[in-house]
């Protein structure tokens, strides 16, 4: 693992073809002899049909190991998959975790993987789009999302579960996620980003500005994956 974190590196943003993306999920769907648990993190977790498997990249691990947890206090994951960036921020300290997911078979993986881990008494789900199945006074000293970060156009079919954990048709989900954070953070709480130099940094930060927010790289890590060197960035908006 290469932090490059403080150095003044151009931001890059890569193209990577739907169709390319298309066939990874492809790969990761062919599954019957998908395993229904992997190991992340020292750790084993229960993955189930249909649910982003947490190991398809390094960004779940690298993301999990980055996120600044607010120990002792409440954070939202949305977007939470298998559960393992959520259970992961209870085990290091957070007193109060709200995981969400679009996806009910991402809500129902991640509750199993609640139960296995035992924090269950810290940890809860939702089935949501966006903040929507929150209460309006629900608060968090911490917001996280690790984004489906490939870029197509709006429009575009999410013909799978899959699809919609790693497209975002015209950034509409990050867009929805900035706005939406503000009425969800305490004084001084975080919102922050999960992503990778394969997404669209320039389209990022505009939404951003449109926001009135700007984006600040917290933290970058390389890592050497499959086919090529993948960087993954945590990023922190902040009001300008
Ligand atoms: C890149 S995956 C990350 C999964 C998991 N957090 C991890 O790190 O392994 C993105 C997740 O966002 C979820 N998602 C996409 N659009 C969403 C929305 N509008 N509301 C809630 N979750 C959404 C997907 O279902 C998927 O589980």
Redesign the pocket.
């Known amino acids: 693992m290469t932090h490059t974190s403080g150095e003044v590196v151009e931001t890059m943003t890569v193209e990577e073809s739907p169709e390319t993306v298309a066939q990874v999920l492809q790969h990761a769907l062919v599954g019957e002899d998908l395993p229904d648990s992997f190991t992340l993190l020292g750790q084993e977790w229960s993955l189930h049909r249909g649910?982003?498997p947490?190991t398809l990249s390094a960004?779940?691990e690298v993301?999990?190991s980055m996120v600044p947890y607010p120990k002792g206090g409440s954070l939202l994951?949305?977007?939470?998959?298998?559960g393992?960036?959520s259970v992961t921020a209870a085990l290091e300290g957070c007193a109060s975790v709200t995981a969400?997911?679009?996806?009910e078979k991402?809500v129902a993986n991640t509750a199993a993987n609640i139960e296995r881990h035992g924090v269950g008494d810290r940890v809860r789900v939702l089935h949501?789009?966006?903040y929507e199945a929150l209460e309006p006074t629900d608060r968090f000293d911490a917001i996280f999302?690790?984004?489906?970060?490939t870029y197509v156009e709006d429009g575009f079919p999410l013909s799978t579960?899959l699809h919609?954990?790693?497209f975002?048709p015209g950034y509409q989900?990050q867009s929805?996620y900035i706005a939406g954070a503000h009425a969800h953070l305490t004084d001084g709480g975080r919102l922050l980003i999960?992503t990778a130099d394969l997404g669209d940094r320039a389209r990022l930060d505009s939404i951003a500005e449109k926001a009135g927010m700007r984006v600040d790289m917290l933290d970058r890590v390389r890592r050497i994956e499959e086919v090529r060197v993948m960087e993954y960035h945590l990023l922190e908006l902040h009001a300008k």
């Open positions: 649910v982003f947490s960004a779940t993301l999990a994951e949305v977007g939470c998959g298998t393992v960036i969400l997911d679009i996806n991402a949501s789009d966006m999302w690790n984004v489906p970060w579960d919609s954990a790693v975002d989900g929805r999960g």
